[in-house]
């Protein structure tokens, strides 16, 4: 079994940022990917990055309306992915969920709110 612990979440005001983590730890063999989705009261689930590791590059992926305020990164050493999000917005508003994809199957972490608000 492979378990996520993420960190981070908060309350923010409109402008300001927030760093989430997630570290995984257990039954970690070869991580295929990692990333981040959120999900907002009353809407689906959404992709808002992941990353992934060939050798020692790192490749990026990114919802399109978040490109230029938010960052993904990863360390592979700890296992822990990293979500810096600046310029936030209220309608970043969300339950931020990590995940883990390995050859053996998908983990998520039990998400953490951020909330944007004045």
């Known amino acids: 079994q492979v378990q996520l612990v993420e960190s981070g979440g908060g309350l923010v005001q409109p402008g300001g940022s927030l760093r989430l983590s997630c570290a995984a730890s257990?039954?970690?063999?070869?991580?295929?990917?990692m990333g981040w989705y959120r999900q907002a009261p009353g809407k689906q689930r959404e992709l808002v990055a992941r990353i992934s590791s060939s050798g020692s590059t790192d490749y990026a992926d990114y919802a399109d309306s978040l490109k230029g305020r938010f960052t993904i990164s990863r360390d592979n050493d700890k296992n822990t992915v990293y979500l810096q999000m600046n310029s936030l917005k209220p309608e970043d508003t969300a339950v931020y969920y990590c995940?883990?994809?390995?050859?053996?199957?998908?983990?998520w972490g039990q998400g953490t709110q951020v909330t944007v608000s004045s």
């Open positions: 257990g039954s970690i063999f070869s991580i295929n990917a």
């Open positions: 995940y883990v994809l390995q050859k053996v199957g998908v983990y």
